[in-house]
């Protein structure tokens, strides 16, 4: 007989406002020790160094992670000019240096070539994998690697304000973005270099910052009940699919992973829609024809 696995059977989303020096991971165990919940994860990895919206799956809720992962998210960075790293943030080492220095118009008229449907080589120091290996493993043991570029879609890419050599700028993107290839690859195209100095990321998908808890307070809070007026509804994760209200019938027969009746109005055939009953989440699908056919069923 299986082992039951330890922790409560809690389903919704808890924003954490990850401080800088944290894992990713690290910010998911804390969450899962503090509420003791049964099974967690995490919408987007922010680096180590980064800070920001962090968005925390807790059981059920783990099968709409894709959605939001797919999200437009925004990232407000500081790129530092004149000096290249092996990492591409502050973290590494200084590999290369310049004395040029671009104007303010010349850095405003470089950005567009960053914006829309671009290709992207991730930093070496990243968590793509090679040959079945994280980058960063490989980085690590002084191996330079050729990493193949990947398509990106950035929505805008603005100078928000400079000091000297420190350059704030804003992003939106979609998913996969790397900042730091960014501020590498605008560095290179301004012929100063450059890398990222401080990294925040503003929103992701639907969750923004005030939508949860700080590390000081996820600390205070741990194990007290208190923390579970900050958990949000599975649903907002599903915020950019339409909702379908399920039948009665149709509701039973989608917990049961088949195709299921739901009332439908202006919702073109073969979207992907979620279906709800009594405002609850049931399964998110493909809708034909009066139906959705379920390719995940929540257990709520």
Not at 198 to 210: A, D, Q, V, Y
Not at 278 to 289: D, L, R
């Amino acid at each position: 007989m299986a082992r039951r696995k330890k922790g409560r059977d809690i389903s919704g989303w808890l924003v954490v406002d990850k401080p800088a020096g944290v894992t990713s991971t690290s910010v998911v165990n804390k969450v899962r020790w503090a509420l003791d919940a049964r099974k967690a994860g995490h919408a987007g990895t922010l680096d180590p160094t980064a800070t920001g919206v962090l968005a925390i799956a807790l059981g059920e809720a783990t099968k709409t992670v894709p959605y939001v992962t797919d999200a437009m998210k925004a990232y407000r960075f500081t790129m530092r000019l004149g000096a290249a790293t092996n990492t591409d943030d502050t973290e590494g080492e200084i590999i290369a240096t310049s004395d040029t220095r671009p104007t303010d118009a010349q850095i405003i008229a470089a950005l567009p070539a960053f914006t829309g449907d671009i290709e992207q080589v991730p930093p070496q120091f990243s968590a793509v994998k090679v040959d079945g290996e994280r980058a960063y493993a490989r980085a690590r043991d002084g191996e330079e690697m050729e990493l193949k570029s990947r398509p990106l879609f950035v929505e805008s890419l603005e100078m928000i304000s400079r000091d000297g050599d420190l350059l704030v700028l804003e992003m939106v993107c979609g998913k996969g973005g790397y900042v730091r290839s960014i501020a590498r690859d605008l560095g290179v195209a301004l012929g100063c270099l450059g890398h990222v100095d401080h990294l925040r990321r503003i929103w992701s998908g639907p969750f923004e910052p005030s939508d949860g808890v700080d590390w000081s307070t996820l600390e205070t809070l741990a194990r007290d009940p208190k923390l579970d007026d900050y958990i949000h509804p599975l649903s907002v994760g599903l915020q950019d699919l339409d909702e379908l209200p399920a039948t009665p019938e149709g509701a039973v027969r989608l917990r049961n992973g088949n195709p299921g009746m739901v009332i439908a109005s202006g919702v073109e055939y073969g979207a992907e829609c979620w279906a709800s009953y009594e405002g609850k989440p049931v399964a998110v699908g493909i809708y034909k024809a009066g139906e959705l056919h379920p390719s995940r069923v929540f257990n709520l």
